[in-house]
């Protein structure tokens, strides 16, 4: 179904909650690097209740190494707070990426100026 990928997160029960969302959706969880916990810390496993064995998750070293696997195009949704597009404006389909930025820094500023 969906993919979404958490750029950099910072907050483990953050993670661990979206996880189980994504379990429920079907949705695949991609993590890119460097993430501010451990990866098996119990807050990001607790967030995730049981679901947290039954997820799909992907986690990449780095998110030039995400971008190179999958390029920022129309399957591509970008979740910031600095764009006038809202998320219901957005015509979403089977497969596409919405990509959230680190809680404390968001995405980088060159994504956001080629892509919001």
């Not at 969880?29 to 992907?58: M, N, Q, S």
């Not at 764009?83 to 500023?109: H, M, P, V």
Request: with cysteine; aromatic share 10%; charged share 25%.
């Amino acid at each position: 179904m969906f993919n979404i990928v958490l750029v950099e997160p910072q907050i483990p029960p953050n993670t661990g909650t979206i996880g189980r969302l994504c379990v429920n959706l079907g949705a695949t969880l991609h993590l890119v690097k460097p993430l501010g916990f451990d990866i098996d810390d119990k807050a990001v496993t607790r967030a995730g209740l049981d679901y947290w064995k039954e997820l799909d998750l992907v986690v990449w070293n780095s998110f030039d190494d995400f971008l190179e696997a999958h390029p920022i195009d129309k399957k591509t949704h970008l979740a910031t707070t600095k764009t006038d597009k809202l998320y219901f404006q957005a015509d979403f389909k089977k497969g596409d990426y919405i990509l959230f930025g680190s809680e404390t820094k968001g995405l980088r500023e060159d994504i956001l100026l080629d892509n919001a």
